[in-house]
């Protein structure tokens, strides 16, 4: 009783006050039902009290009646009409049901698919066990009961089946695999790899999916129009940890071969990462907090003088600085690039990365910097003064046509510049455009004119491919591409997440260009 009283004073206290009323008629309710014949004689009185009702005496009786919903409501907590009755998993899978049967088929043609496929999944359970019995028979040299004369080790003795399920593009399919007594982990497998579980072209459907630009969120929606079951965003996610470890080989395999030019350029993505704050979410569970940041992919793209190319390095880092060219040089050099059969490392101008390569690389590399990047700066810095507008449109439209007038002729005269591969020519129309621009675009022809002589680097080496070499367009491919699909996904969950899209994204422009 003594711990009655102090709870009920407590509740009184909190009562007093509004911000916690909430929460104290909570506390009440459970106090009620956790009373003994004493407390709940007690407990009306107190509530009449507090009401500013008159007090009961102790013999009487007085039902309280208390509606959860409108506290629950003010408590900000889940409402009783709501799914929490339910797992998180039986609500994704109504809402994909909800969605297959607004925007798919006629349910009668649904049907007529669930026994095509069912039947499909009988004839893969079928071909697959026999397959895996005759591969155990070929392993062993003899078939099941079959009598071989003289006494068998117990790795030639079959010691039944174990299950397994496998993934296809027509759902999950129980087979029973035959095992041996003994040696299973030794002996090989062909017909299916150990711990196999994604079978024929499922995986690699999933995973070119997630390469033309599906989040996990949309490959599991899209898994569960194969399997008919909503599957976790953990089991989802082990779809894209194929391509990651792919993704990793990748990145230790030594370099075979040192190309005589390498184009390198950095890439920024949108990225969640923790923050180290942990918080409780509405079911309870302890999760960390995580906030979207920038991050830049460096990589690195090799060119052949035959006309390959092929990325040969690529990484995930917080900004584009100095330092993190020097790693991603160092590890190329570490993987097996010969600095002295390296001639250009084209690149932008970025502030920093001349001295990154300096530091890496002998002063027989040149460094040419990439035209686009040139001409996009020239572009930048246009500051569009004395423009000739149009008497006959509008001030705003006037100002409008003029600016694409001014940025059109200017570029197209800078373009121009680079015609032909003769260093004397091309400087000759340096000075023609200074002299027909500077008064215009001052602030523009500056810094076109600034390291000028470094993009004509790339015509100073014997290269026969030097149309491919003069800007880091190659390089800008990939990039293009990965972008399309960073905007449709709008962040990566994780820094791996962004990785192992870039590499599947290589490799897709790889095949799709016939790239080395």
């Known amino acids: 009783m003594a711990a009655l009283g102090l709870s009920l004073w407590l509740l009184q206290h909190l009562l007093s006050r509004s911000e916690a009323a909430g929460g104290a008629w909570l506390g009440l309710f459970c106090t009620w039902h956790a009373a003994g014949d004493a407390g709940r004689q007690a407990l009306p009185g107190l509530v009449d009290a507090m009401a500013g009702g008159p007090v009961a005496q102790p013999d009487s009786y007085v039902e309280v009646t208390l509606d959860l919903e409108p506290i629950l409501a003010e408590l900000d907590d889940f409402s009783p009409t709501s799914e929490v009755s339910i797992t998180a998993r039986e609500a994704l899978t109504a809402r994909f049901d909800r969605i297959r049967a607004e925007c798919f088929q006629h349910p009668v043609g649904q049907a007529w698919m669930k026994q095509i496929d069912a039947e499909v999944r009988r004839v893969i359970k079928r071909v697959v066990e026999e397959a895996l019995v005759q591969e155990l028979n070929a392993h062993l040299g003899f078939e099941r009961s079959e009598r071989t004369g003289a006494a068998k080790p117990a790795q030639q003795h079959r010691s039944g089946t174990w299950g397994r399920s496998l993934r296809t593009l027509w759902g999950t399919v129980e087979v029973r695999v035959p095992k041996l007594r003994q040696g299973n982990q030794a002996r090989p497998w062909q017909v299916l790899v150990r711990y196999e579980r ?37 089991a989802v996610q082990h779809v894209t940890d194929v391509a990651q470890r792919e993704m990793e080989a990748f990145r230790q395999a030594p370099l075979d071969d040192t190309p005589a030019v390498m184009l390198v350029d950095g890439l920024n993505g949108k990225v969640l990462l923790p923050t180290g704050v942990y918080r409780i979410n509405r079911r309870g569970h302890r999760r960390e907090g995580k906030r979207r940041e920038t991050r830049v992919i460096l990589a690195a793209l090799g060119v052949w003088p035959d006309g390959r190319c092929r990325v040969l390095a690529f990484d995930l880092f917080d900004q584009e600085t100095k330092v993190n060219w020097k790693q991603v040089f160092r590890h190329l050099v570490t993987q097996g690039l010969d600095p002295s059969r390296l001639q250009l490392l084209v690149s932008d101008g970025r502030p920093g990365l001349h001295t990154a390569i300096r530091a890496v690389f002998p002063k027989t590399v040149k460094h040419p910097r990439c035209i686009f990047h040139k001409l996009k700066n020239l572009a930048d810095n246009l500051t569009y003064q004395h423009l000739v507008l149009n008497p006959d449109l509008p001030d705003r439209e006037a100002r409008k046509q003029a600016k694409a007038a001014r940025a059109r002729a200017i570029l197209r005269d800078a373009a121009h510049i680079y015609a032909g591969s003769d260093t004397v020519a091309i400087q000759q129309r340096l000075v023609d455009f200074q002299r027909k621009w500077a008064s215009v675009e001052p602030q523009a022809v ?17 290269f026969p491919h030097k149309r491919l070499i003069r800007t880091t367009n190659l390089l800008e491919r990939f990039f293009r591409e990965f972008r399309s699909r960073a905007d449709e996904m709008g962040c990566f969950g994780s820094p791996a997440q962004a990785e192992t899209l870039f590499y599947l994204i290589l490799q897709r422009e790889k095949a799709k260009h016939a790239v080395a």
């Open 446 to 462: 500056r810094c076109f004119v600034k390291d000028f002589d470094l993009t004509l680097n790339s015509l100073r080496v014997p």
């Open 198 to 234: 994604n079978f024929g072209p499922w995986l690699d459907l999933q995973l070119h999916l997630y390469r033309l630009g599906l989040s996990q969120y949309d490959l599991q929606e899209i898994l569960h129009l194969g399997f008919g079951q909503a599957l976790s965003p953990k």
